[in-house]
Nanobody
């Protein structure tokens, strides 16, 4: 299974971005999916997760109310809609699948860089 994350870029504070993660080489429709991020000089941290059945989501307190995780099982793709971005959200964002909660996860994408300018 390979995960391909995309959608990162440079945005001003208060702006929005939507990240996508497309899976190939396997059916992940019954696997939980998640997003993590790693800011420069910091450890990787959990951002959000969505259950395979689309009925349950969980978020880190730092992004709750601003970020929304969703998935399209038919497309083997999941998303992270990020609104009201803050400079503190600057990080490389990684998608992950096949785990639960904050991890561990079996599959990881390569990461996509999000830079929020003040």
């Amino acid at each position: 299974v390979q995960l391909q994350a995309s959608g990162g870029g440079l945005v001003q504070a208060g702006g929005s971005l939507r990240l996508s993660c497309a899976a190939s080489g396997g059916d992940l429709s019954r696997r939980n999916m998640a997003w993590f991020r790693q800011a420069p000089g910091k450890d990787r941290e959990f951002v959000a997760t969505i259950f395979w059945n689309n009925e349950n989501t969980n978020y880190a307190n730092s992004v709750k109310g601003r970020f929304t995780i969703s998935r399209d099982n038919a497309k083997n793709t999941w998303y992270l809609q990020m609104n009201s971005l803050e400079p503190e959200d600057t990080a490389v964002y990684y998608c992950a699948a096949g785990g639960s909660g904050v991890g561990p996860y079996n599959y990881w994408g390569q990461g996509t860089l999000v830079t929020v300018s003040s």
